[in-house]
């Protein structure tokens, strides 16, 4: 009989997962014992993560610890299109079908979770999802701390860009200090 967890949402929806999917947080995998018949304590607490959000989380451990482990993202990148970047067609179809709460959500949890393989995939579709939007596309999209997960998925997966090129992108002003000093 396998020996199973339960990861828990901040709303109480409880997930089963295996010892090796709950590993792929850091978070846990620095609590947990090493053999799985040493582990006392199955519940895993996860209180800034609804449950929708988690789902998704388990949904893409699993099949990472299951079914196929994902590959390294490549850089330089070959497109602009996720689905030619990430080719593993699971992968690349999971993230392109998540909308953009959920792609900022899984963004957040998987920095706080601690699982690098899925905040890479994220960062990346995030920054192929907003590739070629206007400023004012970008203003409109008005979603907490967009800037800082713009950040992120630069500095995660847009290399070899000007600060300019990366403030045209964004829709970020240069301060106003610069363009005092301009003048």
Known sequence: EQIMMTMISCDGKEFPVLPKVARMCGMFANTMEEDDNDITDFRLEC???NA????????YCNH?????????????????ELDEIVTQEWYSKWANNLTRPQMFGLIEAANYLDIPELLN???LAWA?????KSVEEMQKLDIPELLNLMALAWA???KGKS?????????IKKPETSEMAEE
Do not use: N, W, Y
Request: aromatic share 6%.
């Open 128 to 132: 192929c999802h907003i590739k070629g």
């Open 156 to 158: 995660c997966h847009i």
């Open 163 to 171: 600060e300019q090129e990366m403030r045209d992108v964004f829709g």
């Open 121 to 123: 995939l994220m960062a």
């Open 52 to 59: 929708d959000t988690l789902g998704k989380v388990v949904e």
């Open 47 to 49: 209180p800034k993560l």
């Open 64 to 80: 990472f610890q299951t079914v196929e482990k994902m590959m390294d993202i490549d850089t330089p990148f070959k497109s602009e």
